[in-house]
């Protein structure tokens, strides 16, 4: 089964730093664009980061210099540094992949389950 396994959320003091990771797990040809987005209580997820096979990256504005979306070489695995954590980050941050089963096959879209972070003190 094809899934998505983030971890490396938790609680940390505000300028505080985590490195959330997401890995893409199961029979899978390739991995093509990945991302991360967050989800607070009572709004709408939305995007935090994204990154394309070529590694060209994309940000919201909110964590542009803050936050720093990266690949590994085999290209299953995301990462997110976030740096300076402030209270808005509090959300719950999921994982998004566009997948390939097989070489013949479309690339579909997978969720991970999240992880929560929390920017407290």
């Known amino acids: 089964q094809v899934q998505l396994v983030e971890s490396g959320g938790g609680l940390v003091q505000p300028g505080g730093s985590l490195r959330l990771s997401c890995a893409a797990s199961?029979?899978?040809?390739?991995?093509?664009?990945m991302g991360w987005y967050h989800q607070s209580p009572g709004k709408e997820r939305s995007l935090v980061a994204t990154?394309?096979?070529?590694?060209?990256?994309n940000y919201a504005d909110s964590v542009k210099g803050r936050f720093t979306i990266s690949r590994d070489n085999g290209g299953k695995t995301a990462y997110l540094q976030m740096n300076d954590l402030q209270p808005d980050d509090t959300a719950v941050y999921y994982c998004?992949?566009?997948?390939?089963?097989?070489?013949?096959?479309?690339?579909?879209?997978?969720w991970g389950q999240g992880t929560q972070v929390t920017v407290s003190s």
């Open positions: 199961g029979s899978i040809f390739r991995v093509n664009n």
């Open positions: 998004t992949a566009d997948v390939q089963d097989s070489y013949y096959s479309r690339a579909r879209n997978i």
């Open positions: 990154i394309t096979t070529f590694g060209v990256t």
